[in-house]
């Protein structure tokens, strides 16, 4: 198998001037050489500059010539070259996928307005770029925040948008979750109970998913469907008396079920998804929550006797996708072993069902791989070496990059994934997937002005996808690319934007390094939030002054506040204490404050949100670094019990709520209250079910209210 492909991103001198001065206008004729439906989809996209740019297609002689055509024999896979002859320019592609980009590199450049083409190669640096997509129905989690994107996920006009944003972005992989996908996609000859769906329902959703995997297919997007184990149908639940927990839509299981009737039903339900949908490219699967009581060998064995087995009895091969055992026990808490991965590894190395490469999937830094771009731990623990000592033949190995820590504030940080890819891209690693649990890029209900251009949430988040997908496609690919970007978004702001938006996006990876969270809740870093528990009852609260005082930090070159505590007036080399992290932090966010101030929105609704984002990262990020601060004299005053101890940490403490005031007033005009699944997944209960920073901003005046209350006392 040969190993991952790596980058080529260099220029040649420009060769050929666009516009003539006297011309108000371009002609273009487009050669193909080759015709798939990936190329066939770039031309279309291609000739959509005639809707907006001074450009008219012509199928005759035409100032500008643009020809088309694949080589196979000196570019990659899914690598182009764009050669600028005067009025020719060829652009070639080592398989139908590259040549697609580099159609679209060539509109993109048109589109810009330049007078210029410029010569262009680029190879992928990793072959496997994929979005984690969690589907409404059936979903992981139940919430409002969740089931309100029911109807968008319903409506191809949205997954034709997305599709386009991922091409655009070169994310090729889309792998699509929830509990149990089967019932909704097919009615098996041998068990029809388990579909509740009526012969005209049942065919809406088949044309459905059926317009979905043809339009990925048409963009090079591969598609996958993974799901957790074990989970059934209610309506399959009800007939058999089975998977009692799967009546009830919790996806944490005491016991899970492995009756006979379920694994049959399995097998059954890959069958016949595969062999119904010719156009999906493969699946996944989760040894996880529907497992609960079963050791890692049962788990695997499960797997096993349902699905591969349901793999192998299909007209096709298919790709598969699988992710490691989250708990080395019984639970589904999360640990890990060596032994747990020499058995998984064992059958991996087996696997002859599927078509290679298999790709095995481990969360990055577990649910909040948006921290340090250093591997800290995976789902459950420190990862061992198993999975690639040796190295594996038949699989490879991908990142997840799971965001449960921002939804509302837009994001890019260029430096922080290039690091990340950098540091972790090994001979057995071939990529990412990046996305969310806990919430779905469809309908936007955040956005609370009117005025705006967005269409859908991952409109909203355009630089989070942009700096992702193209970076983990080109990681040379430069600032400057982004701050174009940005600049035919908003005409003379886009470095300033870029730049500021940069230094702001560093806010939430500095909170997430520090608070070195696990599972989804236990962090909210845009909230300020942690998990705590309330009546037997996971709720968020703020973070406290506690909680922050005795962290032991994610990031290795932090020390905590003990540790500097111990050592203030000798810091080992290559560490950063807490007041130097708070210093730096601080530092940033107050140059991005003054250099917002240089951006005016006017009218402008999409810029006023992109300047009222980049304010409230900044703004967060001065309540962190006094906060930090605080908690360094309050840890102080613990064990000094001295007075002056107390007042510093009093002081630094109600700076910070001062900035969380600001922050506040930056958001209250832009955003209401929004419900987030980290709040009303355990609706109604408790009255945390939506989310602001106003609402929260009582919890942050109490706890300043505290903390003087202890001078009270002190006194």
Same mark, same amino acid.
């Given at each position: 198998?040969?190993?991952?492909?790596?980058? *080529?991103?260099?220029?040649?001198?420009? $060769?050929?001037?666009?516009?003539?001065?006297?011309?108000?206008?371009?002609?273009?004729?487009?050669?193909?050489?080759?015709?798939?439906?990936?190329?066939?989809?770039?031309?279309?996209?291609?000739?959509?500059?005639?809707?907006?740019?001074?450009?008219?297609?012509? +199928?005759?002689?035409?100032?500008?010539?643009?020809?088309?055509?694949?080589?196979?024999?000196?570019?990659?896979?899914?690598?182009?070259?764009?050669?600028?002859?005067?009025?020719?320019?060829?652009?070639?592609?080592?398989?139908?996928?590259?040549?697609?980009?580099?159609?679209?590199?060539?509109?993109?450049?048109?589109?810009?307005?330049?007078?210029?083409?410029?010569?262009?190669?680029? !190879?992928?640096?990793?072959?496997?770029?994929?979005?984690?997509?969690?589907?409404?129905?059936?979903? %992981?989690?139940?919430?409002?925040?969740?089931?309100?994107?029911?109807?968008?996920?319903?409506?191809?006009?949205?997954?034709?948008?997305?599709?386009?944003?991922?091409?655009?972005?070169?994310?090729?992989?889309?792998?699509?979750?929830? $509990?149990?996908? /089967? *019932?909704?996609?097919?009615?098996?000859?041998? %068990?029809?109970? !388990?579909?509740?769906?009526?012969?005209?329902?049942?065919?809406?959703?088949?044309?459905?998913?059926?317009?979905?995997?043809?339009?990925?297919?048409?963009?090079?997007?591969?598609?996958?469907?993974?799901?957790?184990?074990?989970?059934?149908?209610?309506?399959?639940?009800?007939?058999?008396?089975?998977?009692?927990?799967?009546?009830?839509?919790?996806?944490?299981?005491? =016991?899970?079920?492995?009756?006979?009737?379920?694994?049959?039903?399995?097998?059954?339900?890959?069958?016949?998804?595969?062999?119904?949908?010719?156009?999906?490219?493969?699946?996944?699967?989760?040894?996880?929550?529907?497992?609960?009581?079963?050791?890692?060998?049962?788990?695997?064995?499960?797997?096993?006797?349902?699905?591969?087995?349901?793999?192998?009895?299909?007209?096709?091969?298919?790709?598969?996708?699988?992710?490691?055992?989250?708990?080395?026990?019984?639970?589904?808490?999360?640990?890990?072993?060596?032994?747990?991965?020499?058995?998984?590894?064992?059958?991996? @190395?087996?696997?002859?069902?599927?078509?290679?490469?298999?790709?095995?999937? $481990?969360?990055?830094?577990?649910?909040?791989?948006?921290?340090?771009?250093?591997?800290?731990?995976?789902?459950?623990?420190?990862?061992?070496?198993?999975?690639?000592?040796?190295?594996?033949?038949?699989?490879?190995? !991908?990142?997840?990059?799971?965001?449960?820590?921002?939804?509302?504030?837009?994001?890019?940080?260029?430096?922080?994934?290039?690091?990340?890819?950098?540091?972790?891209?090994?001979?057995?690693?071939?990529?990412?997937?990046?996305?969310?649990?806990?919430?779905?890029?469809?309908?936007?209900?955040?956005?609370?002005?009117?005025?705006?251009?967005?269409?859908?949430?991952?409109?909203?988040?355009?630089?989070?996808?942009?700096?992702?997908?193209?970076?983990?496609?080109?990681?040379?690919?430069?600032?400057?690319?982004?701050?174009?970007?940005?600049?035919?978004?908003?005409?003379?702001?886009?470095?300033?934007?870029?730049? !500021?938006?940069?230094?702001?996006?560093?806010?939430?990876?500095?909170?997430?390094?520090?608070?070195?969270?696990?599972? @989804?809740?236990?962090?909210? *870093?845009?909230?300020?939030?942690?998990?705590?528990?309330?009546?037997?009852?996971?709720? =968020?609260?703020?973070?406290?002054?506690? +909680?922050?005082?005795?962290?032991?930090?994610?990031?290795?070159?932090?020390?905590?506040?003990?540790?500097?505590?111990?050592?203030?007036?000798?810091?080992?080399?290559?560490?950063?204490?807490?007041?130097?992290?708070?210093?730096?932090?601080?530092?940033?966010?107050? &140059?991005?404050?003054?250099?917002?101030?240089?951006?005016?929105?006017?009218?402008?609704?999409?810029?006023?949100?992109?300047?009222?984002?980049?304010?409230?990262?900044?703004?967060?990020?001065?309540? /962190?670094?006094?906060?930090?601060?605080?908690?360094?004299?309050?840890?102080? /005053?613990?064990?000094?019990?001295?007075?002056?101890?107390?007042?510093?940490?009093?002081?630094?403490?109600?700076?910070?709520?001062?900035?969380?005031?600001?922050?506040?007033?930056?958001?209250?005009?832009?955003?209401?209250?929004?419900?987030?699944?980290?709040?009303?997944?355990?609706?109604?209960?408790?009255?945390?079910?939506?989310?602001?920073?106003?609402?929260?901003?009582?919890?942050?005046?109490?706890?300043?209210?505290?903390?003087?209350?202890? &001078?009270?006392?002190? =006194?």
């Amino acid at each position: 198998m040969s190993k991952s492909i790596r980058y *080529s991103f260099w220029f040649l001198p420009t $060769l050929f001037l666009l516009f003539a001065c006297n011309k108000s206008s371009l002609t273009v004729h487009l050669e193909l050489k080759s015709t798939s439906p990936q190329i066939s989809y770039a031309a279309e996209k291609l000739k959509e500059l005639e809707q907006v740019n001074a450009i008219v297609f012509s +199928d005759s002689i035409a100032d500008l010539t643009i020809r088309a055509a694949l080589d196979t024999i000196n570019l990659k896979s899914e690598a182009y070259k764009i050669v600028a002859l005067k009025n020719l320019v060829e652009v070639t592609g080592g398989d139908a996928v590259g040549l697609m980009y580099g159609l679209l590199e060539v509109k993109n450049q048109l589109k810009s307005g330049r007078e210029t083409v410029e010569n262009k190669e680029e !190879a992928p640096n990793l072959m496997f770029r994929a979005i984690k997509f969690n589907l409404p129905w059936d979903s %992981y989690r139940r919430s409002e925040a969740l089931s309100l994107h029911y109807e968008t996920c319903r409506d191809t006009n949205y997954w034709e948008a997305f599709l386009d944003m991922m091409v655009e972005n070169r994310f090729n992989k889309l792998t699509l979750w929830n $509990l149990h996908p /089967f *019932s909704y996609m097919v009615k098996t000859e041998k %068990y029809p109970e !388990a579909c509740s769906l009526n012969d005209a329902d049942l065919a809406e959703w088949q044309e459905f998913w059926h317009t979905l995997f043809r339009m990925a297919k048409e963009r090079g997007v591969e598609t996958y469907l993974i799901n957790w184990n074990i989970f059934v149908s209610p309506e399959f639940a009800k007939a058999h008396n089975v998977c009692d927990y799967c009546l009830t839509g919790k996806h944490f299981v005491p =016991q899970g079920d492995t009756s006979e009737i379920i694994k049959d039903y399995t097998r059954e339900s890959i069958k016949a998804v595969i062999d119904t949908y010719p156009d999906l490219t493969g699946l996944g699967i989760t040894l996880g929550e529907g497992m609960g009581n079963m050791t890692a060998g049962e788990r695997e064995q499960w797997l096993l006797d349902s699905y591969i087995q349901g793999m192998r009895m299909a007209s096709r091969k298919v790709k598969f996708i699988h992710r490691v055992p989250l708990s080395a026990g019984t639970s589904s808490g999360g640990t890990t072993s060596v032994e747990v991965e020499k058995m998984t590894r064992e059958t991996l @190395d087996s696997l002859t069902c599927v078509d290679d490469p298999i790709n095995i999937e $481990l969360k990055f830094n577990w649910s909040h791989a948006f921290s340090t771009p250093h591997l800290v731990k995976v789902h459950g623990g420190k990862l061992n070496d198993a999975y690639w000592n040796p190295l594996p033949k038949n699989y490879y190995l !991908a990142w997840m990059m799971r965001n449960e820590d921002f939804f509302m504030l837009r994001w890019g940080q260029t430096d922080f994934i290039r690091k990340h890819i950098a540091t972790n891209v090994h001979p057995y690693v071939n990529g990412y997937y990046v996305g969310s649990e806990t919430y779905i890029p469809a309908k936007d209900y955040i956005t609370s002005l009117p005025g705006t251009s967005y269409r859908y949430a991952f409109d909203r988040q355009w630089m989070f996808y942009k700096v992702c997908g193209r970076l983990l496609y080109n990681p040379a690919t430069p600032d400057e690319f982004f701050v174009e970007e940005f600049e035919q978004r908003f005409p003379k702001q886009g470095r300033k934007l870029f730049e !500021a938006q940069a230094k702001a996006s560093k806010v939430p990876l500095v909170i997430a390094s520090w608070q070195n969270a696990t599972w @989804d809740f236990s962090l909210y *870093s845009e909230g300020m939030l942690q998990s705590v528990v309330k009546d037997n009852i996971k709720v =968020q609260k703020l973070i406290s002054l506690d +909680d922050m005082a005795e962290k032991t930090p994610m990031e290795p070159a932090y020390l905590s506040i003990a540790e500097f505590l111990a050592n203030e007036n000798n810091v080992p080399n290559g560490k950063i204490s807490p007041l130097h992290l708070a210093d730096s932090l601080e530092t940033i966010c107050n &140059q991005v404050l003054r250099e917002s101030k240089r951006i005016k929105p006017k009218t402008n609704v999409d810029l006023l949100y992109e300047l009222s984002d980049i304010k409230a990262w900044a703004n967060l990020g001065l309540y /962190f670094s006094n906060k930090m601060r605080a908690a360094v004299e309050y840890k102080r /005053f613990k064990t000094s019990n001295d007075k002056k101890d107390l007042d510093k940490a009093i002081e630094w403490l109600t700076l910070a709520s001062a900035g969380w005031h600001e922050l506040v007033e930056v958001t209250t005009p832009v955003y209401k209250p929004v419900p987030l699944t980290h709040f009303c997944e355990n609706a109604p209960e408790f009255e945390e079910l939506y989310f602001h920073w106003s609402i929260v901003e009582d919890q942050v005046k109490a706890e300043l209210e505290w903390l003087k209350s202890l &001078q009270s006392d002190k =006194q």
